[in-house]
């Protein structure tokens, strides 16, 4: 991947922060603050996932708003953090995220966004065009053009953004990141990603029955930009959305946008011109995403637009696996594989990490890097994923998860789900976001929203 001279090259000039990819953000942003003041914060959806993104938020600002559409939510996360004193009077609370944005605008420097996948995009660009910093959970968007206009909106408005894959920030990550991209494992052509999702039911078809909603779930927010449907009692809500296809997007969506993640960074893994899903059990009735799939993704020759901006990177293969499909054992050379783990195989080596974070690591095979001593750093450190938003909230460096990058390693991962849907190989025109090979295709590219909500 580098010879001596472009390794010196890429180590003068790939420092994180001169680069376009990652500055694009932070010039003007809106609404920042100095480091003395504090941000005001409110979070949409308060359980879960978007239980520990209020604690964040609790951490580093104060809570101005909460949003849930389900009032025993809103309830209990209010309780915790009155106990801990991170909230006054003045905290409002509601169900609907437009008419806390409509109603407290000028009170909210920034959002926390942690609700089912399909909601994503339609409340952050709504928070965004009213010049409100972004924190949004993974995957960025439930489909693949929400991932593109996220970025688009982000950088017209200037504002900081950052995805909840968290494992961005971890040393072990970025250091791997170097390693890659050193040139230590050589050219890298292959690329093996699993998951022990899913661990919610999918893999059925629509239950035959309608319940009463409860008083205290908002149906049709829940609902938001999605098609209607009648309300199911513990099919839907609260967290099994996920394997059905109008809210979630399944274990690929799920677990992606952190598994995949440094294998992406490092090899700039965007804009496939090609998806194909090798096996799988399938969809049900167009209603839940298959028990297990395999999915195999095709990158030409690329031009690294990240850190050394020009050099080459050979055409490439990446294979996801969920359900409990496997890579090859052999591809591991002898280590353990675990549940979730991504394999990098180079010409020189391989690099395996055996978790869903890109945390830890090793080199094989491990005699041969035994002496291996890690390149000097390039990428910055951070200790909090979430401070790292918040800092770049203050008008700070961005924070490396911003939508530039984040939103295409959605872009790329998600389009794993439209060639599901489609049912054949997806020959991928990624400029124009369309399916050359099968035109029927196009229809899982975007979809219509419900009257009152958009992007």
């Not at 890659?180 to 998951?195: L, M, P, Q, Y």
């Not at 195999?296 to 690329?302: A, I, T």
């Not at 990446?318 to 675990?338: A, C, I, M, S, V």
Request: glycine share 8%; with cysteine.
């Amino acid at each position: 991947m580098f010879d001596k001279s472009t390794r010196r090259d890429f180590l003068k000039t790939s420092s994180l922060l001169s680069t376009a990819w990652w500055v694009g953000q932070s010039e003007a942003l809106a609404v920042s603050k100095s480091p003395n003041e504090q941000l005001n914060f409110a979070c949409i959806g308060v359980d879960g996932k978007g239980s520990s993104d209020t604690d964040d938020a609790a951490r580093n600002g104060i809570i101005v708003a909460l949003c849930d559409i389900d009032d025993r939510h809103l309830e209990k996360k209010k309780g915790q953090l009155k106990r801990r004193n991170k909230i006054n009077d003045s905290l409002k609370t509601f169900n609907d995220y437009r008419e806390m944005l409509d109603q407290m605008g000028d009170k909210i420097d920034a959002v926390t966004v942690s609700i089912p996948d399909h909601s994503h995009a339609s409340a952050s660009v709504l928070a965004m065009k009213k010049g409100k910093h972004c924190f949004t959970q993974k995957p960025l968007t439930w489909s693949v053009y929400e991932a593109r206009r996220m970025r688009e909106v982000a950088n017209e408005m200037k504002v900081a953004t950052q995805m909840g894959n968290q494992g961005t920030s971890k040393n072990g990550l970025r250091t791997a990141v170097e390693i890659i991209r050193s040139g230590a494992i050589g050219d890298v052509k292959e690329v093996h990603v699993w998951t022990n999702r899913p661990i919610w039911p999918q893999g059925a078809g629509r239950p035959d029955r309608t319940d009463p909603v409860p008083k205290y779930v908002h149906w049709d927010l829940f609902l938001g930009p999605a098609p209607e449907r009648p309300y199911v009692n513990d099919v839907y809500h609260p967290f099994k959305w996920r394997g059905w296809l109008d809210f979630g997007t399944g274990a690929l969506g799920d677990m992606a946008c952190h598994t995949a993640n440094m294998g992406v960074m490092a090899l700039e893994l965007f804009d496939p011109t090609a998806v194909e899903v090798k096996k799988t059990s399938g969809i049900v009735q167009n209603e839940t995403y298959p028990k297990y799939s395999v999915i195999e993704y095709e990158f030409p020759e690329r031009t690294s637009v990240m850190f050394k901006q020009g050099i080459k990177l050979p055409p490439c293969k990446l294979t996801w696996y969920d359900g409990q499909q496997y890579p090859p054992n052999e591809l591991l050379q002898g280590e353990h594989r675990r549940d979730s783990g991504m394999v990098l195989v180079g010409d020189q080596g391989s690099l395996y990490t055996p978790d869903d974070y890109g945390e830890e690591y090793v080199l094989l095979p491990r005699k041969k890097f035994a002496k291996y001593t890690p390149p000097e750093k390039f990428l910055p450190r951070t200790s909090n994923h979430f401070k790292e938003w918040a800092t770049a909230c203050h008008g700070g460096a961005p924070a490396m998860s911003n939508f530039n990058y984040s939103s295409r390693l959605t872009e790329t991962m998600i389009l794993g789900d439209l060639a599901l849907k489609a049912g054949t190989r997806v020959e991928w025109d990624a400029k124009n976001q369309v399916v050359t090979n099968n035109p029927a295709a196009n229809k899982f590219v975007r979809r219509e929203y419900r009257a009152g909500y958009s992007v």
